[in-house]
């Protein structure tokens, strides 16, 4: 059953700790995403990676960080030094035959105590 | 960088009838544009794209029209009904670049 899996879908954390929010794909898709989603505000891009080994900020960097050591993982750290972190978390994949067409996980909602 | 405005904010149609929420962009080099469609709690669901070189596109009950010397581009739901209550979000990229998404519009459909 091909798709994105992420996890965990609800997680607290105390304010000063950092936390890693999981983002697998069984699709073979080269591009994979990031989006934070706040009520009101749409989808705001974080970090994305069009290729193994490589990742670009999005709009909304700062205080995260990501690695794409595997085609089909692209972990998101969220760090101490990110202000408001509570919020809903989408991973994305795009195949490159589509390019722009996103195909999302289930999300992971942070709340940060 | 791209900009996508979105709007109205909220839409209440009664059942049975259109819906329409429009989007502007203003990356000239944008030429993709779908449009997502999220329920409460649920992750965003494609419902209908379009690509640059068409001007509408259809598929059943929704469509979506873009007029790129006007930059804008809207999505239309007829015979609106009580499943289509969602949230509904326009986006655009020019391919190479990751999608930027609207705002979101709120559509609830009143039995």
């Known amino acids: 059953d091909g798709g994105i899996t992420q996890s965990p879908k609800y997680l607290f954390r105390k304010e000063g700790q950092n936390v890693t929010l999981s983002c697998e794909q069984n699709l073979n898709h080269d591009a994979m995403y990031w989006y934070r989603q706040d009520p009101g505000q749409g989808l705001r891009l974080i970090y994305y990676?069009?290729?193994?080994?490589?990742?670009q900020k999005g709009d909304i960097a700062e205080g995260y960080s990501v690695s794409r050591e595997k085609k089909e993982s692209f972990p998101l750290t969220v760090t101490s030094a990110q202000k408001n972190p509570t919020a809903f978390y989408l991973c994305?994949?795009?195949?490159?035959?589509?390019?722009?067409?996103?195909?999302f996980g289930e999300g992971s909602r942070l709340t940060v105590l | 960088g791209e900009n996508v405005e979105q709007h109205p904010s909220t839409l209440s149609v009664q059942e049975g009838d259109s819906a329409v929420i429009k989007c502007t962009y203003s990356d000239s080099a944008s030429n993709y544009f779908p449009w997502y469609k999220q329920e409460l709690g649920k992750r965003p669901q494609l419902i209908i794209d379009i690509r640059s070189n068409v001007g509408e596109k259809k598929d059943q009950r929704i469509a979506v029209t873009l007029n790129k010397t006007a930059k804008h581009f809207s999505l239309h739901i007829t015979e609106t009904q009580p499943e289509d209550s969602a949230v509904y979000f326009c986006?655009?990229?020019?391919?190479?670049?990751?999608?930027?998404f609207g705002k979101g519009t709120r559509l609830s459909v009143i039995a």
């Open positions: 994305a994949s795009s195949p490159p035959v589509r390019a722009g067409e996103l195909f």
């Open positions: 986006a655009a990229s020019s391919g190479n670049t990751p999608l930027v």
């Open positions: 990676s069009q290729i193994v080994n490589d990742f």
